[in-house]
């Protein structure tokens, strides 16, 4: 966790130090390389995984050897290693055919290989990420060469280092497993589509017209903040990437409008974790999900979008609450940047969104979709300068018909079309003066899109060594018994200790290996249980990501309180109690699919369940911040919380039960009300 912080904090290796240039040019060539193979498929799926974690690890120790660039021999050891690394990768391109022939029967060449190659994916993933996770994998590791020596009923019949060396790097059941063919595909293109918009602007679009919005209304800075961080969840699917970006304007905001600055960071650290769930672009693990299910990717989303909405509202909630207790005002109106005048100006830079919820929605696989929006992103970056530098109407004109003839074309005969018109656009800009800084930055977004991706990805080769042994050996059964056991057989008592396992390893490694971990666990265990695979999958993602928020390692509210200057303890016990929907949302879900929109489920019940969630979300929030339409006492905010948990259970009696505890408690609370202000 220190080597993933001190990376973040020190390593903007493209601004600083003398390998900056390399690396810059080494995350252009790695997008260049992407994206060519994402438009025209050159590679079998087995090569590209293998480069893919070349150029990866080549990415890793650039950085590292940035950071210690005052050390000529570690310097020079870094790009040694980054340099072997990315050779090695080349091992499945050169013998491919070889590989498939000798499958199961390994040469020593090919043992050596693979030895030498995990351990650089281990090295890589420790200086990224920290120990946590290497350690994790390095348990797994050992249990696949030594668990025939484990007590029954978790150990195996006992399998050699040759066997395990070709599961986990000479095949597609490890390190170039699953995770590694999404972080190569999906991921890596919604990440540089992502990068794209932001260097086009769209950061600034969301803020003003959040500014806009709700600046203005009470508590409006922190609605700002959880309005942006939602929009930026749309499009980049990265927590802590979303606070870095939006928190450095929001967070100082809301401090200089009153509010404290443990719950300015809290409240930036909640929204932006909120985007790994927020459909169109939602985190990696939605792919992998996908992926891993054998599912299209909109099948995801739906399951997705009403419990993200839900936990925005919950947010936006208890903000308004805290500012409503702490008599904080908005903005003044007149401070506030117009919403419909960003859109006015910045409107092109939706229409990428919006083809690629179009896309989405139409069945086309996210791999398509991505892709055709990276595209439009890319014209509209190098088109719109052009067509405003000659200034003519005309120009204009002709600027948008081609766009839009290029778009529908693409969808008939393929990239070759968007391409041409890239390249025609990169030939204008560059004859153009003042051109050249256009074509900057889209370099500078193919770079630090390659360096966003660097966790993500790194974190995906490395959990491979999970599921390669999850594979090889059937510890998933094993495990299933001794959860089943545990619990008794009961629910409830399952899905409690799934989620204490998400918010314990989320302590120590990232959301998608504890996602992967985790579901490959207990997933079969609620399968047998009634419940569907995509809500078990969704519960253990939803957690994963409550434990970036959740003390005491909590990543997003680290970085938060970093950039708020607050206690990190405080700042994550408050995002804990904003975010306290998003611990018991995945419960209704469970025991009510409708709410995820899974099983025989209708828009009534749909409805219903929505109802109560927001019902429940109301009185959370009073119970949480401690103040309603006034300050709530003791025992009023046990009275909220005891009437939304009866709501959690889709059963009739607790609902009913539920509903008239919630009725008379806002019937009392607002008697009370009244009666204060006439008394005042």
Known sequence: ??????????????????????????????????????????????????????????????????????????????????????????????????????????????????????????????????????????????YALLGQYFPAPFNHRG?????????????????????????????????????????????????????????????????????????????????????????????????????????????????????????????????????????????????????????????????????????????????????????????????????????????????????????????????????????????????????????????EYGINVMAGLLAALIGGNFLLKGGRETLSLCLNALAEGARSAVPVGVACALVGVIIGTMTLTGAAGAFTQGVVALSGGSLFMTLVLTMVACLILGMGIPTIPNYIITSSLVAPTLLKMGVPLIVSHMFVFYFGIMADLTPPVALAAFAAATIAKSSFMKTGLWAVRIAIAGFVIPYMAVYDNSLMLQGDWTWIGASYVVAKALIAIFLWGAASIGFLFLPLNLVERVWATGAAFLLVAAIPITDELGFAASALFVGYHAWKSRRMQVAA
């Open 1 to 142: 966790m220190s080597t993933q912080g001190e990376i973040e904090a020190k390593g903007d290796a493209f601004g600083h130090g003398i390998n900056s240039k390399h690396i810059f040019w080494i995350g252009v060539a790695f997008s260049a390389f992407q994206l060519f193979t994402a438009a025209y498929s050159p590679l079998s799926t087995q090569v590209l995984r293998s480069v893919h974690v070349g150029f990866l690890l080549l990415m890793v120790f650039a950085i590292s050897a940035a950071m210690h660039r005052h050390s000529l021999l570690r310097n020079l050891s870094d790009w040694l290693l980054g340099v072997l690394a990315f050779s090695l990768s080349f091992y499945h391109w050169i013998f491919e055919g070889d590989l498939i022939q000798r499958s199961g029967d390994p040469s020593l060449a090919d043992l050596a290989f693979g030895i030498c190659m995990l351990l650089l994916v281990f090295e890589g993933a420790r200086r990224m990420m920290g120990l946590a996770l290497p350690l994790i994998c390095l348990a797994f590791a050992t």
């Open 159 to 411: 399998y050699g280092l040759d066997q395990v060396v070709n599961q986990y790097m000479l095949g597609t059941e490890g390190v170039f497993g699953t995770p590694a063919y999404v972080s190569s595909t999906y991921i890596f293109l919604f990440i540089l589509f992502g990068s794209f918009l932001e260097q086009a602007g769209m950061i600034r679009l969301f803020t003003d017209m959040a500014l806009g919005t709700v600046g203005h209304t009470k508590g409006g800075p922190a609605k700002v903040s959880v309005i942006t961080s939602c929009m930026m969840g749309t499009i980049n699917g990265s927590g802590v990437a979303n606070v870095v970006t939006t928190g450095q304007f929001t967070i100082p905001l809301m401090k200089k409008f009153g509010y404290r600055a443990e719950f300015a960071g809290a409240v930036e650290a909640t929204s932006s974790m909120g985007g790994q769930i927020m459909p169109p672009v939602m985190g990696a693990v939605a792919f992998i999900m996908a992926e891993t299910l054998d599912i299209p990717y909109i099948e995801v989303v739906k399951a997705a979008v009403i419990p993200a909405v839900l936990y925005y509202v919950t947010a936006f909630w208890m903000v308004h609450l805290e500012a409503g207790r702490a008599k904080l005002l908005g903005l003044a109106k007149e401070d506030c940047p117009s919403a419909l005048a960003a859109l006015k100006r910045d409107w092109f830079l939706i229409l990428p969104l919006a083809v690629l919820v179009f896309l989405l929605l139409s069945g086309y696989t996210p791999m398509y979709s991505g892709t055709v929006g990276l595209a439009m992103t890319a014209l509209l970056i190098l088109g719109v300068p052009l067509a405003r530098h000659f200034g003519s109407r005309v120009f204009q004109f002709a600027f948008w018909i081609a766009l839009g003839l290029g778009a529908s074309a693409f969808f």
